[in-house]
């Protein structure tokens, strides 16, 4: 069992910058896939952003390449999102998320088996 917690959100004005946080608590942190996802009312929860902790490799959603910037230290089992230059659109719940043990990478829910409470996002224009 994996365990999330985010932290890091709140309101910023368009243009600006955030940074959230989720620690994990795990003994296999570098073996996996962690992923943030973010979801408005009545949409779909959609992915953001990647990375597969043994190797680094990150991947990001078209609507925020060049923005947005997802990390890691793996000391701290903490993944970040540091998101910039932020517009309205971006405002959302962001989830924080983990695949199983060796889990594979995507940007869609299915792989990912461990999530967030959820941090909330406003960006107001």
């Known amino acids: 069992q994996v365990q999330l917690v985010e932290s890091g959100g709140g309101s910023v004005q368009a243009g600006g910058s955030l940074r959230l946080s989720c620690v994990a608590s795990?003994?296999?942190?570098?073996?996996?896939?962690m992923g943030w996802f973010r979801q408005v009312p009545g949409k779909e929860r959609e992915g953001v952003a990647t990375?597969?902790?043994?190797?680094?490799?990150?991947n990001y959603a078209d609507s925020v390449k060049g923005r947005f910037t997802i990390s890691q230290d793996r000391a701290k089992n903490t993944v970040y999102l540091q998101m910039n230059s932020l517009k309205p659109e971006d405002t959302a719940m962001y989830y924080c998320?983990?695949?199983?043990?060796?889990?594979?990478?995507?940007?869609?829910?299915?792989?990912?088996?461990?999530w967030g409470q959820g941090t909330q996002v406003t960006v107001s224009s």
């Open positions: 998320a983990a695949t199983g043990y060796r889990g594979s990478c995507s940007l869609t829910r299915g792989p990912f088996a461990y």
């Open positions: 795990t003994n296999t942190f570098s073996s996996r896939c």
């Open positions: 990375i597969y902790t043994s190797v680094g490799s990150t």
